[in-house]
């Protein structure tokens, strides 16, 4: 197999813990373990005070596996695998769902694993593009006309990263719909779920909305503990469960065992942990438009509908690619490049999650400013 090196992973491996305001992070600011372990249950306590450091479950503990089911309103706990992160999940039903031969439709940009392991196994892809004239609308009719006899799936991540685009719920049943009446899978990215900056703009889970829906979860976004390395599969398609559950034998076998303890506490403890989550991300999001507000045109952008990110765009006459690197190094202050996620013009990714943000905003409003006059 031959894949395309990850052009965001490498970046990050180069900055991200390099600089000193990390102003383009997905993720939202982590649990510490002693404020996470003060919401345990007494169930959950005694797991994790009798806790012995050997193999797991391979589909994942049953408890976990049960509170993530949970989250659904059609998911059994056998309807669910837990993997090590939402990457291995990828990766894996990928290499579950296509062939050479295959295709499938992705919704771009796009997190790269998403469309890249599927070329990697010799599926063809078709990009639909997201558009800023469009305010990153996801359109249907794209999708549609995008299908073809071998399609396998379709793709997309909603809320999405790096856009913050979010499908209404009419065209969210749209996409199904089609899914279904063609027969193909509808595999729902739904790392930034619970992150709607209106929470009655939250779809009905991939996993809910069709039988072959396939929903992608995580313990890293929405809940900020992307320490454990806790992703997983939820679909009511138990064929493809089976089949992902016997390419995991060639991967981590079993998730770690502290880590799916501390999943299922924050599971339990979810109203509390989201709230936070909501309520970081707000506060950076609120900044960041008075940011471009003050900015006197040098930026713009389309307001995220969801998600802890944002894909907004340098008007000046200059690459943002220069700029990127010049704060950088002047300033310590990092973003993505649009160019990262192979998407032309001048957009760059930035990130709501982190404590800290206002103070690396403050910084590239400086150098804006300095650079620009």
Known sequence: MHIADFALERYFARWEFAVEHLLCASDVEGWSMADLLA??????????????????????????????????????????????GAQEAIFLLSHALLG??????????????LYEVARSVGADVTLVELREADGWRLDVDEVRRALRPETKAVVVNAPHNPT?????????????????????HLVSDEVYRYL?????????????????????????????????????????DRDLIARCARLKDYTTICASAPSEVLAIVGLRARDAVIERSRSIVATNRSYFEW??????????????????????????DESIDAFAAALVEEEGVLIVPGSVFGHPGNHF????????????????AAFAERRYG
């Open 39 to 84: 919401t345990a249950d007494p169930e959950t306590k005694a797991l994790w005070d009798g806790l012995r450091l050997g193999y797991t479950e391979s589909p994942g503990h049953p408890l976990l596996r049960a509170e993530i089911a949970s989250l659904y309103e059609t998911a059994e706990p056998d309807d669910v695998l837990v993997f090590a």
């Open 291 to 316: 940011f471009v507000d003050g900015s006197e045109g040098r930026f713009t952008w389309v307001r995220p509908q969801g998600g802890s990110i944002a894909f907004p765009r340098l008007v000046a």
């Open 164 to 184: 913050g685009m979010l499908p209404s719920h009419a065209e969210w049943r749209m996409l199904a719909g089609l899914c279904a009446d063609a027969g193909v």
């Open 100 to 113: 050479p031969g295959d295709h499938v439709v992705v919704a771009w940009p796009a997190y790269q694993s």
């Open 196 to 236: 709607e900056a209106d929470p009655a703009d939250r779809l009905i889970a991939g996993c809910d909305a069709l039988d072959r829906g396939v929903s992608i979860g995580v313990m890293s976004k929405s809940f900020a503990m992307a320490g454990l390395r806790i992703g997983w599969i939820a679909t009511r």
């Open 349 to 364: 990714r930035v990130g709501f999650g982190r404590h800290g943000f206002a103070a690396g905003l403050e910084r590239l």
